[in-house]
C-alpha cells in the first residue's frame, strides 16, 4: 500500500540559509499535518492543511511557511535556518479532520535536517 | 491546561514478562486517543484509535484501554522485536493532537 512520502530523507544546511521539504500524502488523504521532532522529544505539532487550506497552526516559526498544493502534496518551507531547527521533521496525512476511524494519521518516514 | 502524560519514561522487561503503559490526560472535548509506536529515525506507526471510556482495543500482544482520564498499553508476553518508544497522543476538539513524551520500551532476550 502507498504511504506517505517525504524528501529529502536527509538535508545538511548552514545557518541562515533556506530549505524545503516536501511531502506526498497517502492517495485521496485531503489533509497533511507537519511535525518537528527533536532529539528525544515528542512530535510538536507545525502546521496542517485540509483541502489545500491551512487549517490548524502549532508552534511554526514566522521563519517557516508551508502551503499544500492542488495535487494535495505539501512543502514546509524553512528560512534563516539557526541551529536549533536541527530535528527531524514528519509530515502525516489523513482522510478528513473528523474524529472518525478515517482520521488515523499516517506518517511518513521523516525528513533529517542538520543546520551546521 | 491541555496535558498528556506518560508512564513510565522508560521500561525494561525481560522477555514474555507483561507489563503496562500509561497514558493520563486532561483535555477539554477530547475526539480521540491514539497510541503508536515510534523506532529510531523513523516515522510513529499507528497502533489503536480509542474514542470512548470503557472501549478495548487488541492487536496481536498488545491491548489499549481507555478511561475518561487515562489509557492503558498492555503488553503480553512482549518479544525483542516489541522495543521501541510508544507514543500516546490526544485529538483536541479542534483537531489537533496533544503528544505525550513517550515510554521507551526496551526488551531484553
Known amino acids: 500500500a502507498a504511504g506517505v512520502i517525504q524528501s529529502p530523507r536527509h538535508l545538511i544546511k548552514e545557518k541562515r540559509e533556506t530549505a524545503t521539504l516536501k511531502c506526498y500524502p497517502i492517495?485521496?488523504?485531503?489533509?497533511v499535518y507537519w511535525y518537528q521532532q527533536g532529539p528525544g522529544q515528542d512530535p510538536q505539532f507545525l502546521i496542517s492543511f485540509y483541502e489545500k487550506m491551512q487549517s490548524d497552526k502549532g508552534s511554526i516559526p514566522d521563519r517557516f511557511s508551508a502551503q499544500q498544493f492542488s495535487d494535495y502534496h505539501s512543502e514546509l518551507n524553512m528560512s534563516s535556518l539557526e541551529l536549533g531547527d536541527s530535528a527531524l521533521y514528519f509530515c502525516?496525512?489523513?482522510?478528513?479532520?473528523?474524529?472518525?476511524?478515517?482520521?488515523?494519521?499516517?506518517f511518513g518516514a521523516g525528513s533529517r535536517l542538520t543546520v551546521l | 491546561e491541555d496535558q498528556v502524560t506518560q508512564s513510565p519514561e522508560a521500561l525494561r522487561l525481560q522477555e514474555g514478562e507483561s507489563s503496562s503503559l500509561n497514558c493520563s490526560y486532561t483535555v477539554s472535548g477530547l475526539r480521540g486517543l491514539f497510541w503508536y509506536r515510534q523506532d529510531p529515525g523513523k516515522g510513529p506507526e499507528f497502533l489503536f484509535t480509542l474514542y470512548s471510556a470503557g472501549e478495548e482495543k487488541e492487536k496481536e500482544r498488545l491491548k489499549a484501554t481507555l478511561t475518561k482520564k487515562e489509557s492503558f498499553l498492555h503488553i503480553t508476553a512482549p518479544k525483542p522485536e516489541d522495543s521501541a518508544t510508544y507514543l500516546c497522543?490526544?485529538?483536541?476538539?479542534?483537531?489537533?493532537?496533544?503528544w505525550g513524551a513517550g515510554t521507551k520500551l526496551i526488551i531484553k532476550p
Open positions: 502525516a496525512s489523513s482522510l478528513g479532520r473528523g474524529g472518525t476511524g478515517a482520521n488515523v494519521l499516517t
Open positions: 497522543a490526544v485529538q483536541h476538539s479542534n483537531y489537533q493532537l496533544i
Open positions: 492517495p485521496r488523504h485531503d489533509t
